[in-house]
Every structure is written in structure tokens, then in C-alpha cells.
């Protein structure tokens, strides 16, 4: 008798190990390959797995095994793409079937679609031949139209041995917004393509910044298959170009975080553009932080890695500056015009503020000051369009009595309802709540004492809409936030009116201020910069100063030599803050290396690492009592000292969301290995008296974090 075929495979739930399978290859038609995904039999139903071994015995009886049902007509995923999940699944404390399975497209994932697919493939080829090329082709500079410190740059990058030898790079290119880095790092990827089997990623924060960079991308390219992978693509579309990249046909694959996660066979350099963004950290499931992981593709894989940013993240610096990575300056703007000048505007002075006896004191309040008010005139009058930025969408951040205490706060959530006027989320205004999605009719009365005048608080950007209206009536308003750009057909057709020049005013929040390259923006301004200073988190003024840096990139892009590039008014109570001064002087060095300094003061990261421990239960108290209990066991065991600090276990930052009650536990040290050694000790331990990841005895549930990003 032949030996029989055993294979180990994954799937995606938080049980530790594989499951043994039968192949039966006569039956299946071919011998198993790992990377292979199937279709098994489990527990009463069915599930999906991935091959991850195979083997001709078990330590399960093989009489008790079942068969391997059904194969998809996916080739296996490449060994270069499993060695990084199974690291991914280690390093973030995940199952691996966790950690691949959500990464492949929901369209491979159904089995009844594998004996169709290969029609819908043929579909999508046919309609991508008849897709027309891209009429206008902005962004394309060829090499011998890159300035001095470009070439520079890409001379650099492609180095002394050119693009031949294999072998790993990490490589930061820092230089201010508009100093040509995607013209470099497009030029330095169409070098590499010049070998034909060459694959290449490009990895892009945000979706509303995929659109204008892909036209960019496709200009370079106009003959390349492109695989464009973002959650903004419908799935039968993100399944061919995920097929289209593990084939190997498409040679560039461009898309946000889970692009990172993509099988690509022939991987020969990897780009991550705007390295700083904390979009690249997944924020569920496992909580992978797509750079961190294309950085060990890159080490992994033997190929360079670029990090390109204006405002690297504060561990990506500190490596440069070390010589750990390599280290690019492009230092001038590519188009000529000098940087904005910034502006603070102290909005507790009362010079900055109307005055009751002003004529031109605009009926709406608003958070627009005098100051900010006579630059916006003065804009206008140039023919240029400005951008005012805040960062809160809705009409009001909350609603509230004005005959008692009450304040629109959502029933499920420890956060308030947003008052939001009609059109946005619905015909009527409604209150509506940014965590948990719950939406409410407005109350007529004040639900605890029955008073009828109920007043908004605060401004968001329907409110700040309509009091730009009215203080320049003649002026074209245009709002963009995430519920105008649902209304039209997506942020693209609003960025486009922008564009096309046919608004003079555009309001919103920072989603404008993502990656387009505006020709005439002439002001940009911040109005609640202040509320996002003070937060808890330690991150906080990294992440403002990254945002404020991008902001002032807007404005005056195409200025002509020499000439200022536009202004940029920052609304502020504390113009001494070292975020606001050092913006400034554009000072992007001195920010890093003053928080550099509070950071190693304080044993923060990059001086130490940090993993989290999240629960969440129906009460606060319970939810704190259980990561207490962990916390007291890891005492017991002698896991707590000073290499390794375990800090007490606090509410959330938003401590109720739909109903659970949630809390964390903060574990930090210098040691990267100590801290995981710790965190798997705490999966075991957990996952040993939990059914998943809710614990059997007290219904909690829990999820470990490695370096989470907001704390
Ligand atoms: P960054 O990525 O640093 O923000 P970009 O590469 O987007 O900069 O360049 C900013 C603007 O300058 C774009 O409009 C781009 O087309 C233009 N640009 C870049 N390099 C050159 C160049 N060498 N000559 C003229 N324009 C350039
Ligand atoms: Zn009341
Ligand atoms: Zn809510």
C-alpha cells in the first residue's frame, strides 16, 4: 500500500496549532503543494485553510483524520510571503491562519467561485484592454528632467553596483513636501523594471490618496499590468489584481497597508510612501503594522526598501541618523517656490479677535478670527483658493440643554453624538455617533427636563460651512469630509473640482490635505490644531506636527523661484508650544530630535517597546479586574521588574463603544525579545481558559498588540 498523504493546514480562527488532513491525490488530482488553499471538512461544517506542511504520518490516528474536499485553482502562495507570515503571526501574537487568511481576497475565499473564476478573470482582461488611456498625464518627469538634488537621489538609490546585486537596503529619503520624492522613487522603480522579471510595490497610506498617485504611477508605466489593492475597490476587482500579482503578471502592485501582504513572487524593491502614516497599523484582527512588515520582507527577501517622507516617524529618523539606514536628502522644492510662511495666531488675543463694534463681524460665530478672516479676503482677492482645515465633520461635536446639564452623549458610548445637518447622513439632521455608528432623530425637548431650547456646542465642518458662506457670500464653498465625499461619486470628483479650479473655498478635515499636489492654494489654515495636543497619548505631537507639516505642503505649490509659497495660519491658545515653533522655522530635525529627547527621558519608544493587552466586557470593573488578575500572575511568576514594566490596567481613551467596556494593559521594555517572550507567555495563559479570545469564566474579551501605535 502506498503511503499515505498527510497535510498540516491552517485556518483562520485563534486555535494555536494546524489541523492534520488526508490528501487524496487521485481523488484531488495532483500532489499538494504548500501554499495551496483548500477547502476541508470541520466540525459540522466547512471551513477554508491554507497547506502549510506536508508529511507522511500524523500524531493523530490516520482512521480519525478526514479528507482534504476541494483545491483552489490559485497557484501556492510563494515561500517568501509565508516566511513573512509566519513571522507576522509570531511577532504579533496571532494564529497563522489568522494572519493570512483576511489577507487573501474575499473572491478566493468562496469555494463555489473557484470553477467560475477563471471566467471572471477572462472578464476582467477583456475589460481592461478596452479601458482607454489616461487622457492627461500630470506628475511625469522623466530622469533628464530631474533637478540636481533628484538625480542625486536617485543615483543613490540605485547604487554603485546598480540593480544588479541582491542584497538588503533600507534606505529613508527625507525631504519637505513638493521636493520631488515620488518623481525620484518613480524614476528609481522604472530602473528596476528594466528587469523584465522584476516585480515592485509601492506602498500608499490612505485610499483617497491612491487615485492621483496610480494616474502618476500609470503615466510611468503606461504599458505595465498594475495592481492596485486598496479597501476601496470593489473585491472582484482587488481579487484579479491580487491573481494578476501572485501570477506575476502584474508587475507594479500599488495599494495601502494590506497590499503589504500580497504574494509577489518576483519582489525585487519595495517603496513606502508617507513611511510616518499611522494608517499602515492595522487596527484589528492581527494588529500588523504593514512598514515594520515590508521592512522585514525587504531583509528578508535581499532587496532595498525605501521609506519616503517630509516628516519621517521618529524610529525610521533615529535609524538614519545611526547609520542603521541609509540616508537621502532632497532639501528644495521641486518646482521653484520657497516654503509657506507660518503664521500663529494667538486666538486669546484680543487683536486677533472681532470686536462687538466691527462692521464686518460676521453674524455666525465661528473659530475663524479676525486675523485668519482679513488673509482670507486678501487670498481671494489674488485669485487664489484657500484651504481651511478642522478636524471634526458634522455640524456640532455635541448638542446640549441650555436650562440643565444634559448633553447629547450616546447611549452605547462613552463619547457624544454629533449633531449632523440634513444631507449628510440623511434627509433629516440627525445626531449621529462617530464610534459606534448609532444614528438618532434629533429631540425635540430635552429628554431629562423638557426644555425646548437645546443649543449646539463647538463647530464642525457643516458648521464652519455655513459661516464661511456667509461672510464671503459671493466666495465658492466647497466642504470635503468623509460624508460629502460619500454624497458625490467619492472624494476624487471633489479633490478634482478643487483641481479644476472651480471652487475658491474649500473646508474640511485633514482629508484634503493628503498627497494632492494643488497648483493654487495660496492659504491653508488649522483652526482646532490645539485639541489634538493635549491628548494622552505620547504620540500626539508627533502625529500633529507630521499633520501640520503635510497641511503647509499644500499651499503654494507652484510658486515661481524665490517667491513664498503661500501662507499657512495656525489658530492656536499656545503659539509657544514646541510643535507650533518649530513648525515655524520648518523645522522638521529640531522637532524630531526635541521629542527624541523627551522620549529617552521618559523610556518611550523608540527607547523601549511596548505591547498592549486590550479586554473588554460589559463593565469597566470587569474589564480592569481581569487584566489586574493577569497582571497579578505575571508577578507571581516572577516576570516583573525592571527590565520589564507592567503598568496598571486604566479605561480606554474612549472607554465604552457599542456597549463594551473596555481597558488596557500597558507592558513595556527595553528588550524587544524579553517583551514578546512575555506577550506569548500571556497568549498561553489566556488563550488556555478562553474559548477564542473570550475568556471561558468571565466572558471577556481580550487581544494582545505588539507596538500599538495609540495608547
Ligand atoms: P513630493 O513627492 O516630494 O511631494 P513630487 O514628486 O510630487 O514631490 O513633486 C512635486 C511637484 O513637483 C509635482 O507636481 C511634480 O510633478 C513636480 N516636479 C517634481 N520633480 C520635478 C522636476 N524635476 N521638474 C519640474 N517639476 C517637478
Ligand atoms: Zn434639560
Ligand atoms: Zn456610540
Known amino acids: ?358 462692521k464686518d463681524r460676521p453674524q455666525t460665530k465661528s473659530l475663524i478670527t479676525k486675523t485668519l478672516a482679513n488673509a482670507i479676503t486678501a487670498n481671494l482677492q489674488d485669485g487664489k483658493q484657500s484651504l481651511i482645515l478642522i478636524n471634526r465633520r458634522g455640524y456640532a461635536p455635541v448638542l446640549s440643554c441650555s436650562a440643565c446639564t444634559w448633553l447629547s452623549v450616546c447611549a452605547q458610548c462613552s463619547s457624544n453624538m454629533v449633531m449632523h445637518k440634513a444631507g449628510a447622513l440623511g434627509k433629516r439632521s440627525v445626531l449621529g455617533c462617530h464610534h459606534c455608528g448609532l444614528v438618532k ?46 454624497k458625490s461619486q467619492g472624494a476624487e470628483t471633489l479633490f478634482q473640482e478643487i483641481h479644476d479650479g472651480n471652487v475658491d473655498i474649500v473646508v474640511g478635515t485633514q482629508m484634503i490635505a493628503k498627497g494632492h499636489d494643488y497648483q493654487n492654494i495660496g492659504l491653508v489654515a488649522v483652526l482646532d490644531a490645539d485639541s489634538r495636543l493635549y491628548s494622552s497619548d505620547f504620540r500626539a505631537a508627533e502625529r500633529l506636527f507630521a499633520q501640520l507639516v503635510q497641511v503647509a505642503g499644500r499651499a503654494g505649490r507652484s510658486g515661481t523661484d524665490g517667491q513664498i509659497g503661500g501662507d499657512v495660519y495656525i489658530e492656536t491658545q499656545y503659539p509657544e508650544a514646541a510643535v507650533y515653533q518649530y513648525l515655524l522655522r520648518h523645522d522638521v530635525d529640531g522637532f524630531l530630535s526635541h521629542i527624541a529627547r523627551e522620549r529617552e527621558e521618559a523610556q518611550l519608544p523608540p527607547y523601549s517597546y511596548q505591547g498592549l493587552v486590550h479586554a473588554e466586557a460589559k463593565t469597566l470593573e470587569k474589564s480592569i479586574q481581569f487584566l489586574s488578575a493577569l497582571k497579578g500572575r505575571l508577578k507571581n511568576q516572577g516576570l516583573l521588574s525592571k527590565e520589564l514594566r507592567v503598568y496598571d490596567p486604566v479605561p480606554k481613551a474612549v472607554m465604552r463603544v457599542a456597549g463594551s467596556e473596555r481597558a488596557q494593559l500597558v507592558i513595556e521594555s527595553e528588550s524587544r525579545k524579553l517583551l514578546q517572550e512575555v506577550l506569548e507567555k500571556i497568549d498561553q495563559d489566556l488563550r488556555s481558559e478562553s474559548q477564542g479570545r473570550i475568556s471561558k469564566a468571565s466572558r471577556i474579551r481580550w487581544l494582545i498588540e505588539r507596538d500599538p501605535i495609540a495608547i
Open 441 to 486: 432623530p434629533i429631540p425635540r425637548f430635552c429628554p431629562d427636563c423638557g426644555n425646548a431650547d437645546l443649543k449646539t456646542l463647538g463647530q464642525g465642518t457643516q458648521k464652519l460651512e455655513d459661516a464661511i458662506e456667509e461672510m464671503w457670500p459671493t466666495a465658492r464653498v466647497l466642504r470635503v469630509d468623509t460624508d460629502s465625499s460619500r
Open 1 to 358: 500500500m502506498a503511503k499515505p498523504i498527510v497535510v498540516q493546514v491552517v485556518i483562520d480562527k485563534p486555535l494555536s496549532q494546524g489541523f492534520d488532513y488526508l490528501w487524496d491525490a487521485e481523488k484531488l488530482g495532483c500532489l499538494p503543494r504548500v501554499g495551496q488553499l483548500l477547502e476541508l471538512p470541520f466540525g459540522r461544517g466547512k471551513e477554508l485553510g491554507l497547506l502549510i506542511n506536508v508529511s507522511d504520518h500524523s500524531q493523530y490516528e490516520l482512521s480519525k483524520l478526514r479528507n482534504v474536499e476541494n483545491l483552489s485553482p490559485l497557484p501556492p502562495l510563494d515561500q517568501g510571503l509565508l516566511r513573512l507570515m509566519n513571522f507576522a503571526s509570531q511577532y504579533y501574537v496571532h494564529t497563522l491562519g489568522e494572519t493570512i487568511m483576511p489577507s487573501i481576497p474575499k473572491m478566493w475565499r468562496k469555494p463555489e467561485n473557484w470553477v467560475k473564476i477563471p471566467k471572471k478573470l477572462q472578464n476582467a482582461a477583456n475589460k481592461k484592454n478596452k479601458e482607454k488611456p489616461t487622457a492627461h498625464v500630470e506628475g511625469y518627469i522623466t530622469v533628464d528632467r530631474l533637478n540636481e538634488g533628484q538625480t542625486n537621489a536617485l543615483q543613490q538609490l540605485i547604487g554603485e553596483s546598480g540593480n544588479t546585486r541582491k542584497h538588503f537596503r533600507a534606505i529613508l529619503m527625507q525631504g519637505q513636501t513638493g521636493s520631488g520624492k515620488t518623481a525620484v522613487f518613480l524614476n528609481w522603480l522604472a530602473s528596476i523594471l528594466k528587469n523584465e522579471a522584476a516585480q515592485v510595490l509601492l506602498l500608499v497610506p490612505e485610499i483617497n490618496l491612491t487615485p492621483q498617485l496610480e494616474r502618476r504611477v500609470r503615466a510611468y508605466f503606461p504599458n505595465e499590468t498594475l495592481a492596485v489593492l486598496h479597501s476601496g475597490i470593489t473585491e472582484n476587482k482587488r481579487g484579479v489584481a491580487w491573481y494578476e500579482a501572485m501570477t506575476g503578471k502584474a508587475r507594479i502592485i500599488l495599494g495601502t497597508r494590506l497590499a503589504a501582504l500580497t504574494p509577489i513572487p518576483n519582489l525585487h524593491a519595495i517603496v513606502v510612501d508617507e513611511e510616518h502614516d499611522p494608517s499602515y497599523k492595522q487596527q484589528e484582527g492581527t494588529r500588523y503594522s504593514a512598514r515594520d512588515l515590508a521592512i522585514w520582507r525587504a531583509h528578508d527577501q535581499k532587496i532595498p526598501i525605501l521609506l519616503s517622507s517630509a516628516t519621517p516617524s521618529l524610529e525610521t529618523w533615529m535609524a538614519a541618523k545611526a547609520g542603521r539606514y541609509e540616508y537621502i536628502r532632497l532639501d528644495q522644492r521641486a518646482q521653484g517656490a520657497q516654503l509657506p510662511k507660518v503664521h500663529l495666531v494667538n486666538s486669546r488675543d484680543p487683536q486677533n479677535q472681532f470686536s462687538p463694534g466691527d
